[in-house]
């Protein structure tokens, strides 16, 4: 853990690698044998098949033309047999094309943002609400989290499922609800100290920015009530939490899920192993496969994942493609649990970037620009087209503590940039000293990369 | 004797110049020279005035990256050839001066390498340096505009 103010007996002691203070929520299921997992998520599978075939057309029309009927399911193995699930699947039939049940029986609905075309809308039966609940309860406890905790949520409600899902979770665990929503940084620490909160729900580039605006105000984060962050919305780099972990003196964690499978929850960082994150293995079948030809990767290598929600009833998608690039591992866990760890996804399949024929990933100019103390790791990518070739501009902020008043030492750092991108990329990126607080924070998901090109016909 | 100078990083876009002014006008800081210079794509604003510290907290409030620093400060009679001599006497006393820009009336702000130094080298020579005070006064007073 980083050097920080750990504040609580037990994420004290988690802090100095004893683990057995921190709650587990369901010990019967989380630290379960392997072989008793893989049962379970058998006869999941095998009900969630027969359920999905019997009452979603569109999935019973690929399965007869694939030849493959629910009886054909006997192993784990032969949910290779089933077709994949893309998310232009999920638009296609929007709105209520894929469901399952009834819609007198669906007691909420959500949505992606769709940020082309049609948003993807899911829906939730009272039993699909129980099984969000309890992963979320599972994750929270992961970081310390306990009944009686003050949860403030910095998540947008809405539509999204980050605030609701989060929402539903830590208020069945017993924990007291500030339904605070995004925006407005100053009433959110004013709320802080008014409330006692001990638990923020925010995206980590907001609460970095809650960070800062605190630390303008005079706000004392260490001697504040708040000790655990939850985070999600977007991924986190390490630097990053670290950052906010010694600055805001709370402990971080950040879960992973999406919308089309069931929204946060579906894995969840714990303290013992922190680039990793637990799947909820009895609700989640998962499989690491080859992006392009969709075949399994080896054990333990990196492929996209591809997850089958078990015992999902209002919309139960089998083999949906994340396009989330990840390795899992079931090695067992100083936390005591044995659910299999993915490692946090840095990028999605979709999300890299093809500059002058050579591939290149959002998260290796974060990664950079963590290592770099004249910059904060906050960054835009705007690639375009110079003379028929792509061109790649990095905005990276300046710190402030970083500026002087010399133009050679801001075009020194400047190069020095510039110097280690194109060590790691392997391309060269122009970069763009911005002023501190000069890229947007997000509520959201981070836009960080704008692309400019024209699609190539 | 020397003065204070404010130097800020700012985008090259519009409106950012203007936020700081804004802020500054808002804290009644008043401006006596400044220098905005630039590579593009950012730039370095450099501004002399009459609070230096309350600039400097107005623009640290405002999250900017900002700095606060020393230059000399050189009082030219409004004749011709005084930049000359003046820029004359820097290089026969070996001073180099890094850049320079002009502020209210004909005052002159040199930064320098070595400040101390620089004063001690132009004690006896006929240039005349100004302090902080000598900026807060309004102009009207030393240079005899003659309106109301």
């Known amino acids: 853990m980083t050097d920080m103010t750990v504040k609580g007996a037990a994420l004290a002691a988690a802090a100095a690698g004893d683990f057995s203070e921190l709650p587990i929520h369901n010990p019967s299921v989380e630290c379960a ?3 008793r997992i893989r049962a379970i998520q058998l006869a999941g599978l095998i009900e969630q098949v027969a359920w999905t075939y019997e009452r979603v057309p569109w999935y019973r029309a690929r399965m007869d033309e694939q030849g493959v009927s629910p009886a054909d399911i006997r192993t784990l193995e032969d949910v290779r047999k089933l077709p994949f699930t893309d998310k232009s699947v999920l638009r296609d039939t929007f709105p209520y094309g894929l469901f399952a049940v009834s819609l ?5 609905l959500h949505a992606s943002s769709g940020t082309t ?3 993807i809308v899911v829906g939730y039966n009272a039993h699909d609400m129980d099984l969000w ?8 406890q992961m970081a310390g989290v306990v009944p009686g905790d003050r949860a403030q949520m910095a998540f947008g409600y809405g539509m999204f499922t980050g605030g609701f899902g989060l929402h539903y979770g830590l208020q069945k665990l017993g924990c007291m609800m500030i339904p605070a929503g995004s925006g407005n940084t100053e009433r959110h620490i004013a709320m802080i100290e008014d409330y006692g909160t001990t638990v923020l729900v925010a995206t980590p580039s907001y609460a970095l920015h809650m960070c800062e605006v605190g630390e303008q105000m005079g706000f004392d984060w260490k001697a504040s009530t708040l000790r655990v962050g939850l985070f999600g919305g977007e991924p986190c780099p390490p630097g990053l939490k670290a950052e906010i972990e010694g600055r805001m003196h709370i ?6 899920g999406l919308t089309e499978v069931m929204g946060p929850g579906v894995s969840g960082e714990c303290l013992a ?3 990793m994150q637990h799947i909820a293995e009895d609700h989640f079948l998962w499989e690491v496969v080859d992006p392009d030809t969709g075949e399994p990767v080896p054990d333990g290598e990196e492929g996209e994942l591809v997850l089958t929600p078990l015992g999902k009833q209002a919309i139960p998608v089998l083999r949906y493609r994340t396009h989330d690039l990840t390795r899992v591992t ?4 100083a936390c005591g649990r044995t659910h299999a760890r993915m490692r946090k996804v840095r990028s999605r399949s979709d999300d890299m970037l093809i500059i002058r024929g050579t591939n290149v990933f959002p998260s290796q100019v974060e990664d950079v620009l963590a290592g770099i103390e004249g910059v904060a790791p906050h960054y835009r990518i705007v690639v375009d087209t110079a003379r028929g070739l792509d061109r790649m501009t990095v905005h990276a902020e300046l710190k402030p503590e970083a500026f002087s008043d010399s133009f050679q030492q801001m075009e020194a750092l400047r190069r020095l940039v510039e110097e280690r991108l194109k060590g790691v990329l392997l391309v060269g990126a122009r970069v763009k000293l911005v002023e501190p607080g000069g890229i947007e924070r997000t509520t959201g998901k981070a836009r960080h990369v704008e692309d400019r090109r024209k699609p190539s016909a | 004797m020397s003065v204070r100078q404010i130097s800020v990083f700012l985008e090259s876009r519009p409106g950012h110049l203007r936020r700081v002014l804004d802020a500054f006008e808002e804290a009644q800081v008043s401006v006596r020279g400044y220098s905005a210079s630039d590579t593009g794509d950012y730039g370095i604003v450099r501004f ?8 400097l907290a107005v623009l640290r409030d405002m999250g900017a990256a900002a700095r606060i620093g020393d230059v000399l400060c050189v009082r030219l009679n409004d004749e011709p050839g005084e930049l000359a001599r003046v820029m004359g006497v820097m290089a026969d006393c070996g001073i180099n001066v890094t850049y320079s820009y002009s502020l209210i009336s004909t005052y002159i702000a040199l930064s320098v390498e070595d400040i101390g130094r620089a004063e001690e080298l132009l004690a006896s020579e006929p240039v005349e340096l100004v302090g902080q005070d000598a900026l807060a006064a309004p102009l009207a007073r030393n240079e005899g505009r003659r309106d109301a």
Do not use: F, H, Q, W
């Open chain 1, 251 to 256: 402990v971080c964690t950040d879960n992973y």
């Open chain 1, 33 to 35: 044998s392997r072989e």
């Open chain 1, 330 to 333: 079931c090695e067992p866990c």
């Open chain 1, 273 to 275: 192993s922190r680039d």
């Open chain 1, 104 to 108: 007198d029986e669906v007691v909420e």
């Open chain 1, 117 to 119: 075309g049609k948003p």
């Open chain 2, 48 to 55: 002399i005035v009459d609070a230096p510290e309350r600039a």
């Open chain 1, 133 to 140: 609940a309890d992963c979320i309860m599972r994750l929270v």
